[in-house]
C-alpha cells in the first residue's frame, strides 16, 4: 500500500530562521503529484504548495519552497523568513493512480515558530 | 461566507446515538469528500462522490454512511455512535479530476462519543 511518512512529529524554529520539514512517500508510479497542506489552529487545511512529479524543477509559492527528490522519493517544504503565522500542523500528501486518485496522507509535522 | 461549511463544528454524544454532520458547498465542485482526523494519524478517507448519483467508500468506511442530497450538499451519519469514532471531521471538495485537484476544507466538526 502506498504511505506516506513524515518523521518529525515537532519541529521549532526561531522567528526569520529557515526550517524544512520532511516527508518521504512510496510508490512505483512514474506520474503522480505530492502537496503539503498547512492546519493552522483554526483547523481548515488549507494548501501550501503542489508538485508534479515529471517536472524537474522544484515548485515554489513565496517563502516556501520544496526539495523534490523523485529517485529517494523525498519531497521536503522549506520555509524560510519564518513568521508566527506560519506555526501550524503541516501535512504532505501523495495522490497517484496506485491510491486510485485519493490523497493518502502523512501524520504531520507540528511546526512550532518562536518568537 | 465560507466556501465549504460544516455544522455542526462541535458535538458531545452518547454512545448508541445517531448523529449526522452536514456539509454545504458553494464552489460548484462536483467532488465531495469526508474525511477523520486522529492525532498522529493525519486524514483517512471515509466516503467520497463524484456527483449526485455517484457514492464511493474510502478507506474506513465501516460504521458511516452518506447522502449526496444535492450538488452541493453532503451528509455524514453514524448510525449508533461509539466512543472510537471521536474525532474530528473534515468535509473537503475538488473541482478537478485525476491527480491535480487542489482540495478544499471545511472547519472541521468535531465529535466526541462519550
Known amino acids: 500500500a502506498q504511505t506516506v511518512t513524515q518523521s518529525q512529529p515537532e519541529m521549532s524554529v526561531q522567528e526569520a530562521e529557515t526550517v524544512t520539514l520532511s516527508c518521504t512517500y512510496d510508490t512505483s508510479e512514474s506520474d503522480y503529484y505530492l502537496f503539503w497542506y498547512k492546519q493552522p489552529p483554526s483547523r481548515q487545511m488549507i494548501l501550501v504548495i503542489r508538485q508534479e512529479a515529471y517536472k524537474q524543477q522544484n515548485a515554489t509559492e513565496n517563502r516556501f519552497s520544496v526539495n523534490f527528490q523523485k529517485a529517494a522519493k523525498s519531497f521536503s517544504l522549506k520555509i524560510s523568513d519564518s513568521q508566527l503565522g506560519d506555526a501550524a500542523m503541516y501535512f504532505c500528501a501523495y495522490n497517484g493512480a496506485d491510491s486510485n486518485y485519493q490523497l493518502i496522507w502523512g501524520a504531520g509535522t507540528k511546526l512550532i515558530i518562536k518568537p | 461566507d465560507a466556501d465549504v461549511t460544516q455544522t455542526p463544528r462541535n458535538r458531545i454524544t452518547k454512545t448508541g446515538k445517531r448523529i449526522m454532520l452536514e456539509c454545504s458547498q458553494t464552489?460548484?465542485?462536483?467532488?465531495m469528500y469526508w474525511y477523520r482526523q486522529d492525532p498522529g494519524l493525519g486524514l483517512r478517507l471515509i466516503y467520497y462522490s463524484f456527483d449526485v448519483k455517484d457514492i464511493n467508500k474510502g478507506e474506513i468506511s465501516d460504521g458511516y454512511s452518506v447522502s449526496r442530497q444535492a450538488q452541493a450538499k453532503f451528509s455524514l451519519s453514524l448510525e449508533s455512535a461509539i466512543p472510537n469514532q471521536t474525532a474530528l471531521y473534515f468535509c473537503?471538495?475538488?473541482?478537478?479530476?485525476?491527480?491535480?485537484?487542489?482540495?478544499?476544507f471545511g472547519e472541521g466538526s468535531r465529535l466526541t462519543v462519550l
Open positions: 473537503a471538495t475538488s473541482g478537478l479530476a485525476g491527480t491535480a485537484g487542489e482540495l478544499f
Open positions: 464552489k460548484g465542485h462536483d467532488r
